[in-house]
């Protein structure tokens, strides 16, 4: 048998066994490089440091235990699928999160998004991690990020669905699902967002330099009203994608497989190829988004400080075109002052 035929029939018999080696080995790779901390770096405060985030035992289930958290979320559903016979759409949906961490270093740029330097991030150095204005978590990577849009997005599908099939739902709802579910769930979705955004801020989790647009200011901070509008895309996504068909299939991706080309005799609504589906779906509704806010910031559009005093005092300030400096908002910064050379020579000491 030639040897792309024995590669072919492998991956056909093992294709899940090689996956979960896949996952194992991303995840151990990340989780024994990450570092804590940036004293002694070019974004950091030599003689500064950081507590770790206050709270900190009320979200290790999401930032400190992310392995625990995702764990126990893709437990549930494999489980469920188990009893089902079959990868539920929830299942499915999940498997096709995991890498969405990829993007997030992108989405804090675009964003002015920092993250609370005592949290395990990727180190510095790395390329593309080192995107993020300040810290990238590993979070990110160790699946909790995934098991966090899912727990949200599960919850606004069973609400969106508790909505839609009441009696109270227009008509038009049951003739268009897709977008009625997409709809309501990203509506239902937008309180649960802000709460938990809110969250992360008052446990110096994470803050917004600056932003664009109205700002809500909660007690002592300050957040960016259109931030609350980033997530609810994911979750909406992902309650749509999770809408059954008549053999408890997801009905959006076995659309859309059925209408993809396929080698001969392969199954064209096979969950490898809605996993493949639902990959990019999910990374779309991650890059919509954010390419509206990577948009406003070159434009120059992002430049109103949204925040009083800065959390994080081993770190400086991330202020890339000396908005809040020319704001001012006390250094030191990162990159470097621009209108200030004795604030420029403190950040060398």
């Known amino acids: 048998m030639p040897l792309a035929n024995r590669l072919r029939s492998s991956f056909a018999r093992n294709g899940w066994l ?20 940036v004293a002694g770096t070019e974004r950091g405060i030599a003689a500064a440091t950081d507590s770790p985030p206050q709270g900190a035992a009320i979200l290790s ?4 235990g992310p392995i625990s958290f995702a764990l126990l979320v893709f437990g549930i559903l494999l489980w469920h699928s188990h009893k089902q016979g079959q990868l539920t759409p929830a299942t499915i949906v999940a498997l096709g999160t995991l890498f969405t961490g990829f993007i997030d270093p992108l989405a804090n740029w675009a964003t002015f998004a920092i993250l609370n330097p005592e949290i395990p991030h990727f180190p510095l150095s790395w390329p593309w991690f080192n995107l993020a204005p300040l810290i990238e978590p590993v979070a990110a990577f160790l699946g909790g990020y ?19 099939g009441s009696p109270h739902a227009p008509r038009w709802t049951r003739q268009k699902p897709f977008i009625a579910m997409f709809g309501a769930a990203f509506v239902v979705s937008l309180p649960f967002n802000l709460a938990f955004q809110l969250a992360w801020m008052e446990y110096d989790v994470l803050v917004y330099t600056q932003c664009f647009g109205p700002v809500l200011r909660v007690g002592n901070h300050q957040y960016p009203l259109l931030i609350a509008l980033y997530d609810p895309f994911i979750y909406a996504t992902i309650a749509t994608l999770c809408l059954p068909d008549s053999q408890g299939r997801s009905r959006a991706l076995v659309v859309l497989t059925e209408k993809l080309p396929s080698v001969r005799h392969e199954n064209r609504s096979a969950a490898s190829r809605q996993i493949s589906v639902a990959v990019v779906l999910v990374w779309l509704s991650i890059l919509t988004p954010i390419s509206f806010f990577a948009g406003v910031r070159l434009a120059g559009w992002a430049n109103t400080p949204v925040y009083d005093t800065f ?39």
Not at 18 to 37: E, K, M
Not at 148 to 162: D, F, K, V
């Open 18 to 37: 090689y996956f979960a080696l896949a996952v194992f080995l991303v995840g151990t790779i990340v989780a024994g490089s990450a570092d804590i901390g």
């Open 61 to 64: 289930l999401f930032m400190a």
């Open 146 to 164: 995934s098991a966090y849009y899912m727990l949200i997005g599960l919850g606004s599908y069973w609400l969106a669905g508790r909505f839609l």
């Open 311 to 349: 959390p994080f005092p081993s770190a400086k300030i991330y202020d890339p075109y000396g908005d809040l400096e020319r704001a001012g908002k006390a250094g030191p910064f990162y990159p470097r002052a621009i209108n200030n050379p004795g604030l420029n020579a403190m950040t060398d000491n």
